[in-house]
């Protein structure tokens, strides 16, 4: 059974940093790309980043690319999303999920991902 526990969300101000972590418990880990993905009040969940099974590609949406980076570690099994310069309009629940699909591609849509996580709360003030 495979597991994904986001960490790190909270409050901060405009301008402010924060890195979000997701703990997998899973046999194995390497075999999938993950993802980062939010959904905002009202809002479709989106893509934000997508990381390959050994971190050599990564993908971001135009929203977030120069400000966000994707980053994971295969011995801890963990992926961290480091989140700069944030915007009020990054306020949102982010969430971290498997690729469904393992292969060399990285996709960006959510159906094309599971076991999410439960998500943590990002909130950015003014």
């Known amino acids: 059974q495979v597991q994904l526990v986001e960490s790190g969300g909270g409050e901060v101000q405009v301008g402010g940093s924060l890195r979000l972590s997701c703990q997998v418990s899973?046999?194995?880990?390497?075999?999938?790309?993950m993802g980062w993905f939010r959904q905002a009040p009202g809002s479709e969940r989106e893509f934000v980043a997508t990381?390959?099974?050994?971190?050599?590609?990564?993908k971001y949406s135009d929203s977030v690319k120069g400000r966000f980076t994707i980053s994971r570690d295969n011995g801890r099994k963990t992926v961290d999303l480091q989140m700069d310069s944030l915007r009020p309009e990054d306020t949102a629940v982010y969430f971290c999920?498997?690729?469904?699909?393992?292969?060399?591609?990285?996709?960006?849509?959510?159906?094309?991902?599971?076991?999410w996580g439960q998500g943590t709360q990002v909130t950015v003030s003014t």
């Open positions: 899973a046999r194995t880990f390497d075999q999938w790309a």
């Open positions: 990381i390959s099974r050994f971190g050599g590609e990564t």
């Open positions: 999920a498997r690729q469904r699909l393992q292969n060399n591609q990285l996709y960006t849509r959510p159906n094309l991902f599971d076991n």
